[in-house]
C-alpha cells in the first residue's frame, strides 16, 4: 500500500539519536497516517545507515546512502525523489524538531495547505537553550529572506528545516538544493498557494553539535542571491524600473513635440507632457508589472489610478526634499542631489505601489496566502 506521508529524515552521523526519533515517530505516526520514514545518511562514519537499516526490520524506515556525497539540501532532494507518498516531510535526526507535531502539520494539509511549516516564530513557538549569538544570527538570516524574496515575506519561519508539503508543489520542478535551506528552494521555486506556519518549540541543544558553521552562512547568502532572480520581486521592480524610463521617454517626447512642433509655450507643454507620462506609466504597470494583481472592475481601476497619483505626489516631495536638503544644507552639486532623490523617490515608489495600489493579499494569484481562514477551521 502507498503511504500517505513520505518523512525524509536526513542524517550526518546521528547513529546515538536514530533510534529514539524512530520510535517516537512511530509512536506517533502509527495511528494516525500510513507513513515512511526515509534516512538519508551520507555514509556516515559512525554508523547511522547501519542503525537505520537495523530499524527498518521493525519500523516503515527505509535507508538511502550517498557516497562521496555531503549537503543537507541535497540529501533531502534525493529523499523526494526516492517518495511515494503524496506529502512529503522534512525533519531533522536529532531530535530538535518534535515528532509530536506532525500530525498538526498533517492536518492543515489536509485540510487544504500546500505546505504545513513548522515555525519558531509563530506565537507559541520558541526555540529552547540558543545563545544570544545564535539567535540574532537566525533573525538576522530570517530578515534577510524576508527582505530579498517576496515568496518568503508572509512565512514566519521561512529557515525551517521541519515541514510537510504537497508532492504537487515541487512536481516538475527542479530545485536547486545546495546549502541547508531547502525551504526558501520550495517556496521560490514550488507552486505552493496555500502556506500554514504552526508553532512549535525547537528543542535545546548541547553546544556544538550543529554542523551549522560560518562557511553554511556564507553558502545561505549566496543561496539568497541566486534565488533573488527566480521570484518575483526583482523582476518586478526592473519592469517598473523599465516602464518608468518609458514615461520619462513619453515626457521628453511630447514636450519637445508641443512646443517646437505645435508651437505652445514650454510650460504649458510640460503640463501636457507630465500627465501624459503619468497615464502612460499606469497603463503599463497595470497591464505589465503588476498583471496578476488586479481586481477586476472600472471602479477598482480608477481607484488604483488615484492611489497610483498619491504615491507619485508623495515621490515628488521626496525627490524634492532630498534634492533641496543636500544641495542646500550639505552642499552637494544640484544635479547630483537629484540624482539621489530620483533613486530615493523610486524606491518608495515601488515599494508603495507594490504594497498599497497593488495589495498583494486581496488576490486570488497570490502566491502564498497564509492559511488564516483554514487556521480558525481546523483550530475549532
Ligand atoms: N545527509 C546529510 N548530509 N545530512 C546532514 C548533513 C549532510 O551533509 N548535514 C546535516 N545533516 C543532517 C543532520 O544529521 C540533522 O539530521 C539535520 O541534517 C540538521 O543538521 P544539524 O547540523 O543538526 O542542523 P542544525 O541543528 O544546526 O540546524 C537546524 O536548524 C536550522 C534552522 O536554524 C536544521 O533544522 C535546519 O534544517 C534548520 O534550517
Ligand atoms: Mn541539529
Do not use: C, W
Given at each position: 500500500m502507498t503511504p500517505e506521508l513520505s518523512l525524509i529524515v536526513p542524517t550526518y552521523n546521528e547513529a546515538d539519536n536514530i533510534e529514539a526519533l524512530v520510535s517516537r515517530v512511530h509512536e506517533t505516526l502509527a495511528s494516525c497516517c500510513r507513513y515512511e520514514l526515509i534516512v538519508v545518511d551520507d555514509d556516515s562514519p559512525d554508523g547511522t545507515a547501519e542503525a537505520a537499516r537495523y530499524l527498518s526490520s521493525q519500523y516503515p524506515v527505509k535507508v538511502i546512502v550517498r557516497r562521496g556525497e555531503r549537503g543537507l539540501a541535497s540529501a533531502i532532494a534525493e529523499g523526494f525523489g526516492h517518495a511515494h507518498g503524496d506529502v512529503l516531510g522534512v525533519m531533522d535526526a536529532d531530535l530538535k524538531h518534535p515528532p509530536e507535531k506532525i500530525p498538526d502539520l498533517l492536518r492543515y494539509i489536509r485540510n487544504g495547505a500546500d505546505v504545513a511549516i513548522g515555525s519558531r516564530y509563530e506565537p507559541g513557538g520558541g526555540t529552547e537553550k540558543w545563545t544570544w549569538q545564535r539567535q540574532l544570527v537566525s533573525r538576522v538570516a530570517r530578515s534577510l529572506a524576508h527582505l530579498l524574496l517576496p515568496s518568503s515575506k508572509k512565512v514566519s519561519d521561512p529557515l525551517s528545516g521541519f515541514f510537510l508539503l504537497r508532492r504537487k508543489v515541487i512536481q516538475g520542478i527542479e530545485l536547486n538544493p545546495t546549502g541547508y535551506k531547502i525551504l526558501l528552494e520550495v517556496l521560490v521555486r514550488g507552486k505552493a498557494r496555500q502556506v500554514a506556519c504552526i508553532p512549535y518549540t525547537f528543542r535545546g541543544r548541547e553546544?556544538?553539535?550543529?554542523?551549522?558553521g560560518i562557511r553554511e552562512q556564507v553558502n545561505y547568502l549566496r543561496h539568497l542571491l541566486r534565488l533573488l532572480p527566480a521570484d518575483g520581486g526583482v523582476r518586478r521592480f526592473i519592469k517598473f524600473c523599465l516602464v518608468g524610463s518609458s514615461g520619462v521617454l513619453v515626457n521628453m517626447g511630447l514636450l519637445w513635440l508641443l512646443t517646437e512642433v505645435a508651437g505652445l509655450f514650454y510650460l504649458a507643454s510640460a503640463a501636457i507632457a507630465i500627465g501624459a507620462s503619468i497615464i502612460n506609466n499606469f497603463v503599463l504597470n497595470d497591464s505589465w508589472t503588476f498583471r496578476d494583481r488586479r481586481t477586476p472592475g472600472m471602479a477598482a481601476r480608477l481607484m488604483r489610478f488615484l492611489k497610483f497619483n498619491l504615491v507619485s505626489a508623495v515621490g515628488i516631495g521626496i525627490n524634492m526634499g532630498i534634492l533641496w536638503s543636500c544641495t542646500e544644507l550639505l552642499g552637494v552639486y544640484y544635479l547630483l542631489s537629484n540624482l539621489f532623490g530620483i533613486g530615493a523617490a523610486m524606491l518608495w515608489n515601488f515599494t508603495a505601489n507594490a504594497s498599497w495600489t497593488w495589495k498583494p493579499g486581496s488576490v486570488t494569484s497570490s502566491r502564498h496566502r497564509i492559511a488564516q481562514k483554514l487556521s480558525t477551521r481546523v483550530g475549532a
Open positions: 553546544a556544538g553539535d550543529s554542523k551549522y
